[in-house]
Nanobody, 128 residues
Framework: QVQLVESGGGSVQAGGSLRLSCVAS????????MGWFRQAPGKEREGVAD????????YYADSVKRRFSISADNAKNTLYLQMNSLKTEDTAMYYC?????????????????????WGQGTQVTVAS
C-alpha cells in the first residue's frame, strides 16, 4: 500500500520559515520521483519542487527559487521542504507526491503529469 504522510504545516508570519516532512513507503521512495505541490484557494495545483532519487536535475518553481529547498533522508524514507522567507502568496495546501520518472540519456526527469500518488496535504498559512 502506497503511503505518503505529510507534516509540518502551520501558520507563520511573512519572512518566517517552516519545514515540511513527508514519510513515504520504502519502495516508492527509492524508485519514484518525489515532489511537493501546492494549491491555493481558487487556483490550480502547481509544482513547487521535485527530484528523482536516482539522479537528475532538481526542479524548483520560479516563485520559490532561492527560498525553498527540497531534500531527503534516505535512511528514514523522508522527504523535506525547507521554506524560508515565506510570503503571503505561499499560503496554500501543500502536498507530497510520487510518480514514475522518465530516464533519458542516463538522467531522470519528473514529468508533473506522471504524479499519481498523493498525501493528504498540510496547510501552510503565511500572515502579513
Amino acid at each position: 500500500q502506497v503511503q505518503l504522510v505529510e507534516s509540518g504545516g502551520g501558520s507563520v508570519q511573512a519572512g518566517g520559515s517552516l519545514r515540511l516532512s513527508c514519510v513515504a513507503s520504502a519502495y516508492i521512495y527509492s524508485s519514484y520521483c518525489m515532489g511537493w505541490f501546492r494549491q491555493a484557494p481558487g487556483k490550480e495545483r502547481e509544482g513547487v519542487a521535485d527530484f528523482h532519487p536516482g539522479g537528475g536535475s532538481t526542479y524548483y518553481a520560479d516563485s520559490v527559487k532561492r527560498r525553498f529547498s527540497i531534500s531527503a533522508d534516505n535512511a528514514k524514507n523522508t522527504l523535506y521542504l525547507q521554506m524560508n522567507s515565506l510570503k503571503t502568496e505561499d499560503t496554500a495546501m501543500y502536498y507530497c507526491a510520487a510518480g514514475r520518472g522518465r530516464l533519458m540519456a542516463g538522467s531522470w526527469s519528473c514529468p508533473h503529469t506522471n504524479y499519481n500518488y498523493w498525501g493528504q496535504g498540510t496547510q501552510v498559512t503565511v500572515a502579513s
